[in-house]
């Protein structure tokens, strides 16, 4: 009998429900109960809140821990601006590509062993990163983080509901995403005192000594469990990793060797043939990581060509105002990190409010009037940027826009899990979160582009030259995603069901919930007493 026959047996439980379907936090335990040991047995709710609060900080954190670091690596290691994105987009890249199929490992291999397996590529992955030598291996050591990451964040909301009993979760599902938001607004910042105060190398050694102290942890204080029977679609995730690397890639050195270079075109037509491969794969595959029928249902298109627009243009934006709040403005890391606050923070704030609000009026109104107010702050930010601007010129931009984006992140999450059946709610959120790392990667490579045709670094005036238009860009594109939300049909007044959303469901097929990335997660804060709408109010 095999290890996991066996432990199925020993329970006295059925095959474990497909990892897409969703539960209430107040019903029955979901499917990582059902296929582990009692909780009690390791080390109880305590213990798995701690492991993946702290596993889930550190991911979260490295998603804009380096941007205020860049100017000081830049200095260091050397580079151009081409190499500065790769240190953030080989992050993204892997993380979105391989996220689903990180989740899918844990399903068949073990949820425990894969946690721990990313968490150990994780870890070694930061060391090295902090030891590298030049900008070529930091870039190396940084995707390798990535592969990590999706691996193990995927896991994390899984075990978590494995330990904590079905009455606590809503409280144990709002400390794990206020903590992952507190990493995200708190990035830049912490980035910023590291680099200033000690070196830019501890924005990646601070993993280490966090993931030398919970693997140890975890092996002995998670409990073990399995999903059921996912398939691994090695195909698909072939198809995606290497069309999203040759269209990066092609972006990225556009603006060096010229866009009509035989590399830059190779990668760009070579990408595209690729995700047009995935594209087919996924309508003509029995069971692929992204079966795109989904795309069928307006809802689904909707908030997903929305979210990837929105990451787009907010990541490509505060990929280049870190470096002029330091390499024009002369601000210090830390300062850079604290004047980015207005904006990178305020979700902490806002985020209970916009729930409420969407609770009252429906989720599509307050997303795009956050799409919107992002495009207004960014557009607004493009006016008054100058080699001599005040830090009060900025700020109502920085304002907007950090009201814009906590409009957006609250309502998100739930748009994207009724806009499909329940039975697909897993795959549509991992779907929805791997888009959002897409988009973010695209803008750092779009802007990054549209900069350095129009400036450069040479001189204060020449990059206001170029931050200017790839701002006008951003709110561009931004404004366009507001667009997008309103295509998204307003639900119907119809009866609620009792089921609340499950986020743990939600992970085990791939999410990287909204706190790993940008401050969303605080809509875990209300996950215990929110309602899916019943499937009636989905229109498709």
Known sequence: MSQRTARTAKNGSAAPAPSGAAESPEGPAPAADSATAPAGRRGGAGWALVITGVAGFMAALDNLVVTTALPSIREDLGGGLDDLEWTVSAYT???????????ALGDRFGRRRLFLVGLSVFTGASAAAAMAPGIDSLIAARAVQGVGAAIMMPLTLTLLTAAVPAAKRGMAYGIW???????????????GSLTEHVSWH??????????????????????????AGTRLDIPGTLLASGGLFGIVYGLVRGPADGWTSPVVLTGLLAGAALLTGFVVHGIRAKNPMLPMRLFRSRAFAGINAASL???????????????????????????????????????????????????????????ATG????????AYYATVVAADASYTSQLPALI???????????????????????????????????????????????????FSAQGGYATADSFIDGLRPALVVGASVVALAGVAALFIPAARRAARTGT???????????????????????????????TTPALETASR
């Open 177 to 191: 995403g206020a903590v992952n938001g507190l990493a995200v607004a708190s990035g830049p910042l912490i980035g």
């Open 400 to 450: 907007i826009s950090g009201i814009g984006m906590s409009l957006y992140f609250a309502p998100a999450s739930s748009l994207v899990m009724s806009s499909v059946r329940p039975q697909e709610q897993g795959i549509a959120s991992g779907a929805n979160n791997a888009l959002r790392e897409v988009g973010g990667a695209l803008g750092i490579a779009v802007m990054s582009s549209i």
């Open 500 to 530: 609340a959303e499950d986020p743990a469901h939600d992970i085990e097929a791939g999410s990287l919930k909204a706190g790993s990335l940008k401050a969303g997660s605080l809509e875990a804060d209300r996950l215990e007493g929110d």
């Open 371 to 378: 799409l919107f107010l992002q495009a207004i702050g960014l």
């Open 202 to 227: 501890w924005i990646f050694w601070l993993n280490v000594p966090l993931g030398l102290a919970v693997l140890p942890l975890a092996r002995l204080r998670l409990s073990e469990s399995f999903g």
């Open 93 to 103: 890249l892997t993380f979105a590509v391989l996220l689903m199929f990180g989740a």
């Open 309 to 367: 627009l929105m990451f787009l243009g907010m990541f490509g934006s505060i990929f280049l105002l870190s470096q002029y709040m330091q390499g024009v403005l002369g601000y210090s890391p830390t300062e850079a990190g604290l004047r980015m606050l207005p904006w990178t923070g305020m979700p902490m704030l806002v985020a209970p409010i916009a729930g409420y609000l969407s609770d009252r009026v429906g989720g599509r109104p307050v997303v």
